[in-house]
């Protein structure tokens, strides 16, 4: 049985108010969304947001950069005034648009998608990214809201993988996987002591547990970096001290979790402008060293997380 030290979870990923990174962050609790896009590759979003119509331009970047490039990640600028603020012009109102049918790939969380007159594909999704750690219920409009992402790219989307074993002589629970894109990991250079990315390659692994001892249906578990330069992630299902965590006022001091579940859902935010990606794998039973298939279910496991370790020092033995 393996024994890791998951540093991943040792710490909690706090939300991020700043500039998106990934998918990009276009607005929160959007309605009534939609999507065009024109010839020089500029998409326009409208949608009703606090209690206002938007029309926001986005244009200037597709796919992905690996951090190897040297070149800071792709993002689109964004004029969230139709037009007028860089074209000095209500561009919205007499936008061209020339969407076609969208042939891309299936993707979660889905609104709505386009390719455009080059063929790149254009997609908006939307989902709670910032729903707080161990359970807990929101306590603000901002962890609960839907944020809107968009993105645009070409060729493969990434490719998130998970497995689950026990760890611990079978006490707990566990999870690994990794990230990568065309073969390549997925992974910051630079990020703050409790896991929030500081650069535009950093991608946040958010684990939800579906029918735990924090409640019915599901609920954010914790929220985690890939590991650089590997892209690897692993996470151990513990009893965590909430007070480590962000929480409301008043909240009790003690233990939560573990937050084990009848299966386990993982997202992960597109790297550059690429869609956001996500699978839903089962839990485990308590585990029991005589049975063989049990025993078997293991070694299978740890097999696996040997072969795509490679270099990474965080899930180790």
Not at 133 to 159: E, I, R
Not at 207 to 216: A, E, K, P, Q, V
Not at 271 to 289: A, F, K
Request: aromatic fraction near 14%; charge should be positive.
């Amino acid at each position: 049985m393996r024994f890791f030290a998951v540093i991943s979870a040792a710490f909690a990923a706090l939300a991020l108010t700043g500039a998106a990174t990934a998918s990009q962050l276009i607005d929160r609790n959007a309605r009534h969304v939609r999507l065009a896009v024109d010839a020089r590759g500029v998409a326009l979003l409208t949608y009703t947001a606090h209690g206002r119509f938007q029309h926001v331009l986005a244009w200037g970047a597709i796919s992905s950069r690996q951090p190897t490039s040297g070149a800071p990640q792709v993002r689109f600028a964004l004029d969230y005034s139709g037009g007028w603020g860089t074209r000095r012009t209500d561009y919205w109102r007499h936008f061209p648009n020339q969407c076609r049918r969208y042939t891309g790939p299936a993707l979660v969380d889905f609104v709505t998608a386009c390719d455009g007159p080059d063929g790149s594909h254009w997609a908006i999704q939307a989902w709670q990214t910032g729903l707080p750690d161990l359970g807990m219920n929101p306590w603000n409009w901002f962890q609960s809201a839907w944020q809107l992402h968009l993105s645009h790219w070409t060729g493969a989307v990434a490719k998130l993988e998970a497995w689950s074993d026990w760890v611990y002589g079978g006490r707990w629970q566990e999870l690994f996987g990794r990230v990568t894109l065309n073969g390549q990991p997925v992974y910051g250079t630079r990020a703050t002591r409790k896991g929030a990315p500081l650069d535009g390659y950093g991608r946040l692994v958010y684990l939800d547990t579906y029918n735990s001892r924090y409640g019915r249906g599901w609920r954010r578990e914790n929220a985690f970096l890939t590991h650089h330069p590997t892209g690897i992630w692993c996470y151990g299902f513990y009893p965590f001290d909430p007070m480590k965590y962000p929480h409301p006022a008043g909240f009790p001091r003690k233990l939560r979790g573990p937050g084990t579940g009848r299966k386990y859902r993982i997202t992960v935010e597109g790297p550059g402008v690429t869609p956001d990606v996500s699978l839903v794998v089962p839990g485990l039973h308590h585990y029991n060293p005589q049975n063989p298939s049990d025993v078997s279910y293991e070694e299978q496991q740890n097999a696996i997380l040997d072969s795509i370790r490679g270099s990474d020092k965080q899930c180790r033995n």
